[in-house]
């Protein structure tokens, strides 16, 4: 088994498609049923290479969108698509939408770039009027109530029906590869809402004493998310790494030197030292116990913190507790260190949008590369590294009791997002995302994780812009630029979203410092 191979699987999310028409047209135009049907058919094999879809075909009257409801709901679909394949009236399957009380994505594709205006009937002309009952929709859904998005471009198919008069070979159309990798990522994030919804929690020891943004209260965590809060124990965890082998310890052992480096002293730092025997021996036997702790309680994600009398023996579990969640925040169990509970949750969603999602807060600015540095002393996303992470013997965990090893990383450099998940004053979970570029800079040799990101605007504005929102101080760092899935996400939760950065950040550190003064000062942008 790799390092890298999940300990539990991605959920494979439930799709609920259909299309609609107008039942007098059938008799009126022979062959048009057929052919809508069959754009009906590319569709759910199109989503259904992302995941598992319940087609009901066309609907046609309010008897027929019933049946669907009952469809969709018996099959527990996490969004709905309506597809638009012709004109059709709004009362004929607005009962869908308010029976399921799920999100739906309205499809409005074309399956042609252009009729063909010299030699196009009516029937052919009903069969590329999508477009027409959109609007119709949109207003019956929102005066309704109804959670709806819209994707418009072209259907993109790979060849032309016989019945067709148009070039419907649209594959490769702009217009098509955009509107499926809208319908695609509609798909990612409904897999995601599922893994939560279906998830469990783990919350080991307590939180971190003081931190007032980490409280969280359990109920609302779960009402937000879906996930179930499994509180644990330490001596959940103490009886387990009694447990360990001298075997398994040795093949975790193993496994350490395959995916890290270990440091030697710290040029800089006297508390970085090569780490002990010892030290490596406890954290690989503490990690096989963390391993188990995960499997016995079914676990998703796991938030953790202890401090308790010096000096005893949780406390050694404590202090080695971040080189095995790191291995398990590369298996897809992501882990939050001083209880962070709302990040496990953003670190979750990354890693289920195999976007990453490593635990980090602000390190500090850096005004001559107009950086703001982001980390932690870990848990790190091994799988986000940009080379083999160093493994650091910590005389002493700042701000914190005991010592241990400690995980020395930088994220892959280009894209990120930093997705946060905080609370209200009004007591409800919000999303902000801040996207910017990783860079190649220094970072201290002190055992932690460091990424260098530049935003953009510079690291005064950006702090200002983000800590008006009232962040968690804590966040999850992925790669790539993911606002806008990470959006559709927080929209399927019915969760606030917030967006600090939304303009191109300067890659070149040479022009950043003639620039960076001349940005725009934007107002937040909210959606």
């Known amino acids: ?64 969108a019933r049946v669907a409801a009952e469809k969709f709901n018996a099959a527990n679909v996490d969004i709905i698509f ?36 010299d030699q196009t009937t009516t029937g052919e002309w009903l069969a590329h009027c999508v477009g027409c009952c959109v609007p119709e929709i949109s207003n019956a859904f929102n005066r309704s109530g109804i959670d709806f998005h819209i994707v418009s471009g072209l259907l993109g ?86 447990s360990v082998t001298v075997a398994e310890t040795r093949e975790k052992l193993d496994q350490v030197h395959e995916m890290f480096v270990i440091s030697e002293d710290s040029p800089a730092d006297p508390l970085a ?27 998703d994600a796991l938030t953790y913190y202890y401090r308790g009398r010096e000096g005893n023996a949780y406390e050694e579990l404590q202090e080695s507790l971040i080189l095995g969640n790191s291995l398990l925040t590369a298996q897809g169990i992501p882990c939050s260190g001083e209880g962070d509970m709302k990040t496990a949750v953003a670190m979750k969603i990354c890693d289920i949008l195999e976007a990453g999602g490593s635990y980090t807060e602000i390190v500090s600015s850096d005004f001559n590369h107009s950086t703001i540095i982001l980390g932690h002393d870990g848990p790190f996303h091994i799988a986000i590294s940009d080379q083999k992470p160093i493994l650091r013997g910590m005389g002493l ?93 927080a929209s399927l939760m019915g969760i606030e979203w917030s967006s600090v950065s939304h303009g191109e950040a300067i890659e070149d550190s040479s022009v950043a410092s003639r620039e960076i003064h001349s940005l725009e000062k934007t107002e937040l942008h909210r959606r």
């Open 1 to 64: 088994m790799s390092l890298f191979d999940p300990i539990k699987p991605i959920k494979t999310p439930r799709v609920g498609l259909y299309s609609v028409g107008h039942e007098h047209y059938w008799n009126q135009f022979d062959g048009l049923l057929d052919r809508l049907l069959g754009y009906n058919r590319f569709i759910a094999q199109q989503i259904g290479t992302h995941g598992d879809v319940c087609n009901a075909g066309m609907i046609d009257s309010e008897s027929g």
């Open 82 to 117: 309506c597809h638009a394949a012709t004109y059709a009236m709004s009362a004929s399957h607005i009962s869908i939408a308010r029976h399921c009380q799920r999100p739906v994505v309205v499809l409005n594709l074309q399956p042609t770039a252009a009729m063909n205006y």
């Open 273 to 299: 030292r090569k780490p002990k025997p010892e030290q490596l021996d406890i954290a690989c036997r503490v990690a096989v116990a963390q391993e188990k702790l995960v499997r016995e309680f079914d676990l």
């Open 157 to 242: 198919l790979t060849e032309t029906p016989e019945i067709s008069l148009a070039d419907e070979c649209t594959s490769d159309h702009p217009e098509a590869i955009a509107a499926w990798e809208e319908i695609h990522a509609w798909v990612k994030a409904s897999a995601a809402v599922r893994t939560l919804r279906e998830g469990r929690m783990g919350f080991l020891g307590h939180t971190y004493p003081g931190m007032l943004d980490m409280y969280s209260d359990f109920t609302m965590m779960g009402a937000g998310t879906g996930m179930h809060i499994e509180v644990m124990e330490m001596c959940d965890l103490d009886r387990l790494a009694q």
């Open 397 to 489: 965990y700042h701000g914190k009791w005991g010592t241990g090893v400690s995980v020395e990383a930088t994220v892959q450099k280009g894209p990120v997002t930093l997705l946060n998940l905080t609370q209200t004053g009004e007591g409800r979970l919000r999303f902000i995302g801040n996207e910017g570029i990783a860079i190649d800079a220094p970072i201290l040799k002190i055992g932690n994780t460091m990424t260098h990101v530049r935003f953009d605007r510079g690291p005064s504005q950006m702090m200002n812009d983000w800590f008006a929102l009232a962040p968690t101080h804590h966040g999850a760092l992925a790669v790539g630029h993911q606002s806008e899935l990470f959006c559709k996400v």
